[in-house]
Structures are given as structure tokens and as C-alpha cells.
Nanobody, 124 residues
Framework: QVQLVESGGGLVQAGGSLRLSCAASGRTFSSRAMGWFRQAPGKEREFVTT????????DVADSVKGRFTISRDNAKNTVYLQMNSLKPEDTAVYYC?????????????????WGQGTQVTVSS
């Protein structure tokens, strides 16, 4: 069992930055790939970025490439999402997820556990 708790969301102006954190409980965190997804009002949940179990590989959606960076600290059971140059279209609820796999995945169905989400609002 893995429990995930996101934090760090909030209101920011366009061009600003935020860092989201996702703290995980359980002993299997370090053997799981982790991902961030987001869901804007009226839209489907979409993949943002993912990181492999040891941090050696990452993948990122084209819409955030060059602006968002995922990282993890297995000693702290935490994964991070650094978001720079934020745009109004980045406004969404951001979810952290723990995969059943070691390697990166863009597909929500490969993730077993999900956090409750944290709201990110970017004003223009």
C-alpha cells in the first residue's frame, strides 16, 4: 500500500514558478516509477511527466517540455515537480501517482496509487 500526499500548489502569476511535492508512505516507493498528471476543468486528465524508480530516466509531455522538471529523493520518499514559466493554460489540479512498474510510463492505467491532488492556478 502506498499513500501519496501532494503539496505546494497555489495561485501564481503567469511567468512565475511553483514546486510541487509528493510525499509517499510505504516501503515500495523506491522501486516504483512516479508520475505527475493534471486535470483542468472540463478536460480529461493528462500526462505531465514521469520518472523511473532510480531517477535515471524521465519523460515529459511536449506541452511542458523545457519548463517543468521532475525529480525524486528516495531517501525522503518524495517526488518533486518544478514548474517554471507558468502559463494560464497550466491551471489544473495536479496529481501525483505511483506506478506498478520500475520504468517510466505516460499511461494512467499503469499507475496503482494516486494522491488527492493539489490546485495550481496561473493568472494572466
Amino acid at each position: 500500500q502506498v499513500q501519496l500526499v501532494e503539496s505546494g500548489g497555489g495561485l501564481v502569476q503567469a511567468g512565475g514558478s511553483l514546486r510541487l511535492s509528493c510525499a509517499a508512505s510505504g516501503r515500495t516507493f523506491s522501486s516504483r516509477a512516479m508520475g505527475w498528471f493534471r486535470q483542468a476543468p472540463g478536460k480529461e486528465r493528462e500526462f505531465v511527466t514521469t520518472i523511473s524508480w532510480n531517477g535515471g530516466n524521465t519523460d515529459v509531455a511536449d506541452s511542458v517540455k523545457g519548463r517543468f522538471t521532475i525529480s525524486r529523493d528516495n531517501a525522503k520518499n518524495t517526488v518533486y515537480l518544478q514548474m517554471n514559466s507558468l502559463k494560464p493554460e497550466d491551471t489544473a489540479v495536479y496529481y501525483c501517482a505511483a506506478s506498478s512498474r520500475y520504468g517510466t510510463s505516460r499511461y494512467a492505467e499503469t499507475y496503482d496509487y494516486w494522491g488527492q491532488g493539489t490546485q495550481v492556478t496561473v493568472s494572466s
